[in-house]
């Protein structure tokens, strides 16, 4: 554990001591044994709280976690589980017609910016300052990834919830086939050099040309190029990984020079398009649900993916490559060691009518054994304790999600965010598609996010 | 008894009135008012995204965008032009010629016909995947066969590819809509009367020059009428192809409801959402407005 | 010959898709990604269970039952009365009028279904079963009123005259004689009002709440992170559709006047 924590500091994420911060809740609960959570509840028995998701693992494993605080507290809760945009579309129906169907919601952090602009949610404060509501054993500020809490949850200084997940991209491999001496023995004959978990981005492409044989239905890697979000996610990790970004700005919720037109960054997206000769046929219509399908059917050798899908490759009732995945850091560039990440996190909607009791319920799944047991189903806890546990430990991925975790790299959460997304949604799939150069998409990106978000972000490569 | 005589006589006179009333009064509430809304939205700034966009009025600026600014919507509106006038005239060519087939030489009709309405009779959302299934690159079915024959590349598919996937979603509704031509047809075929037919047959002209002289002329209100219903609905196309290609690779497939739908459900820009709405609607009511007429000479009714 | 020839491949294409989503929903998940199509395999049932029960899929089907069936009820009540209006009075403006429920048949729903979800949200009906109902009726009543004018209309009028001789007002006539007349066209309006409201995607997605989702929304949620789910998706869409099968063989005689628009009789 502490050897993980101590690899690596991230750009913006600060990582709490975590065993430090074990042992004074240890004791935090001891001297707080006048609060319970029965008692907490007791005026909220018989409520029902509703909330809404992505129906993912983590969010299924919160649905079977849910009777337990049911039977203590009496208070009923509901979930709801869409897909992913239909979550996010009904949640921005339900805030802007301010009829507070939900009591709590879960969501993307790149939707903050655009709700707390909007005046649509609680800060978080008001419940953790309430004696009556706040278990003293609970301290985020001590038991959290604060650099990740800090990115997912947090908006121009002010709380207004907890991370859901922390989910974050790194590199899954085939290592049965890195490890074949057969294998080993024709790349180096081609390459000059030995096979290898790929560290840079020359090496990922070397391995993805040597895998690549269409003729038997197997590709050296699978790049998410479907006109979708997951496009983007995916893209992010290279322009990071290159030594670019979207926006000079410190953090999510402030503006900054547009950079996304940067050499960096035209560098990394040719490189990206690079890889579709690499990739099944129709990649290109490919996002996350493909290309997991890709590698389960052991169809790609390589790509870069999220950690709270890995457990769907290595669970054998569905995959046919579990036990023979390697996972790690995606490779570096001049960008050093990276990582994308997306979280999803616990908000309380202004308009709740049962914000009391939510709170209540995100306070006990926020508590270790559920996050633990959350985390063991397909999550990705925010909290360092939960992966110092010996049975997260013993995940294949565990390692590689954790790194990944402390090099995290904060995205914009301003209100325009989500369209920013758009923009370059359609700007790198129109480049992928051949339609323009990566310079020329990033260019008129850039200006499109100039267009939309005005002086705060002026161009700092002007565009010609 | 006097008196409920008058009653019901007021009841009678009122026959008219009183039972179109509430078809109207549900129009109204449910569809003009809410278009009417959207016509006024369309001034304003609405966002549900941007702070302070509650809707103040901004006169026609969100039209000057649309017409000025925006390369992307009329991108996808010459889009849209290519997969209506694509699809409705194969659609119609195809649909035609089986009719004209089918017509002269299928007896017993009925069965077969019903099992060719079934295409257009799935939900367009089940279709969608459908094709999806059929047409995935890599355990893709129909894939697969043009790849044995040869007619696709290992490395090509059918909808990850730029240059193909429009013509790939424009087969798909020809799949689906064909048949419905073919019926209409049909239809149109039995109820022709067969005085010309034998008459021409008597003055000895050929099967080419029945069809061009007394078959087609016959057939025009038809042939309007469905070109007509075919270009509405194949401008309105938004559930299939936003299921199988959501708009991509690039903007190959983004037919003009589909940026529509992303003005408004994606950037929850409403106001100017609400004028891109608009435009479909404009575009449909003046295909309507033709195809009226167009149903009305086919009951050999004037339009008064 | 070759009409039949052609015929028997026109009827494998158009048939093929839909024979190729009934095997994937009995397929496994292995058979179903093979590479190579795989035409013979034994068949799985875990799919249909596994997404109706275990899943929760089953009161879609309830949804999309009560859904589709009040709204062709709603439609017809409303609308065949103003279809005899239609039929049978003259007045001002007539056929203004009768265009204009064209084009509410015709109107995008992308273009009327955000301020339709302000509006329901106004009074109180959003997320409920009631405002899909309400928006479905919407595109079902023009149908109504365009199919069931020229149903009316095929009713000779020596029979209102012989019915005002019987001394039926005009209302107990419409009540007693012409709707019975009508009915085997009203029952082909209905069917086809069923399965329109039936397959309708984007009001039911947009108004609908998660307890009253119908069919058609709930497909796109097994497209998951994870790997579509193609087995339990085809399952959800075989079931989503053999209703329709049943119903497009009931009313095959009426469906192209109904899909015209009353315009061709078939």
Known sequence: ?464 | MNLSRWGSGILDRGVGPLFLVPALLLLVVLLVGPFLYMVGVSFTDLSFALPGHDGNFVGFENYRRLMREDPVFWQSFGTTLVFVSGVVSVEFGLGFALALLLFHHVQRRRFVLTLLLIPMMLAPVAVGLMWKLMLHGEFGMLTHYLRELGLLGPQTALLGNHDLVLPTVMLVDVWEWTPFVTLVFLAGLLSLPREPFEAAVMDGARPWQVFRDITVPLLRPIIALVLLLRGIDAFKEFDKVFILTGGGPGTATELISIYAWRVNFRNWDLGYGAVCAFMVYLVVLILCAVSYKAIYWTEGRAVK | MVALATLVVVLVIALTPYLWLLMTSFKTRLDALADAPVWLFTPTLEHYPMVFLDKGYLPMVGNSLIVAGVSTALSLAIGVPAAYVFARHDFAGKEDLFFFFLTTRMAPPISVVVPMFLFFGYVGLIDTRTSVILAHSTFNLSLVVWMMRGFFADIPREIDEAAQMDGHTRAGMFLRVLLPLAAPGMAATAVLCFILSWNEFLYALILVAFESRTLTVGIPGLVTPHGTLWGQVAAVAVVATLPIIVFTFLVQRHLVRGLTFGAVKG
């Open chain 1, 1 to 464: 554990m502490t050897e993980h924590t101590k690899s690596r500091f991230g750009k913006l994420l600060r990582l709490s001591a975590a065993v430090g911060s074990v042992s004074l809740t240890l004791a935090y609960a001891a001297e707080a044994g006048a609060w319970s959570l029965e008692e907490a509840a007791a005026p909220y028995k018989g409520t029902t709280i509703r909330t809404i998701g992505e129906s993912l693992p983590p969010l299924e494993a919160m649905d079977k976690l849910k009777h337990k605080f049911e039977e203590r507290t009496g208070i009923t809760v509901v979930i709801e589980q869409y897909e992913h945009s239909e979550a996010v579309n009904k949640v921005m129906l339900d805030l802007n017609s301010k009829r507070g169907r939900y009591d709590f919601i879960l969501q993307p952090h790149r939707e903050l910016g655009r709700f707390v602009a909007n005046g649509h949610l609680t800060p978080i404060e008001r419940f953790m300052n309430d004696p009556k509501l706040r278990d003293p054993a609970f301290k985020p500020e001590e038991v959290l990834y604060q650099g990740l809490w800090k990115e997912i949850s947090w908006y121009e200084g002010k709380a207004y919830g907890f991370p859901f997940t922390a989910l974050t991209m790194y590199l899954w491999y085939r290592k049965d086939l890195l490890e074949d001496p057969k294998e080993r023995a024709g790349f180096k004959a081609k390459y000059g050099y030995d096979m290898q978990v790929p560290a840079t981005w020359d090496q990922y492409r070397d391995l993805a040309a040597w895998f690549t044989r269409p003729e038997k239905g197997f590709y050296g890697t699978a790049i998410q190029g479907k006109r979708h979000e997951a496009l983007w996610y995916e893209w992010l990790n290279f322009l990071y990984s290159f030594g670019g970004d979207m926006m000079e700005a410190k953090s999510g919720s402030e503006c900054g020079p547009i950079i996304v037109n940067s050499p960096e960054a035209v560098e990394s997206l040719d490189y990206y398009k690079g890889l579709v000769k690499y990739s099944p046929s129709d990649t290109l219509n490919y996002f996350w649900d493909d290309v997991m399908v890709a590698m389960q059917q052991g169809k790609a050798f390589e790509m870069i993916m999220w950690n709270d899908a890995t457990y769907a490759v290595e669970d054998p009732s569905q995959s046919t490559v579990s036990g023979k995945m390697g996972f790690d850091l995606i490779p570096q560039g001049k960008g050093g060691k990276v990582g994308q990440v997306e979280g999803w996190t616990y908000l309380i909607p202004a308009y709740a009518k049962n914000k009391e009791a939510a709170y209540l319920f995100i306070q006990w799944m926020m508590a270790f054994d559920q996050q633990l047991e959350q985390h063991m189903n397909g999550g990705a806890s925010s909290r360092p304790d939960v992966y110092a546990a010996p049975d997260v430990q013993k995940i294949t991925y565990s390692k590689a999600s954790m790194d990944t975790n402390a090099v995290a790299i904060a995205k914009p959460t301003i209100p325009e965010s989500p369209e920013l997304t758009e923009i370059l949604v359609l700007e790198l799939s129109n480049v992928l598609a051949g339609k323009k150069t990566s310079q020329e998409g990033l260019d008129d990106a850039a200006l499109a996010m100039n267009k939309l978000l005005g002086d705060c972000a002026p161009l700092k490569f002007p565009v010609k």
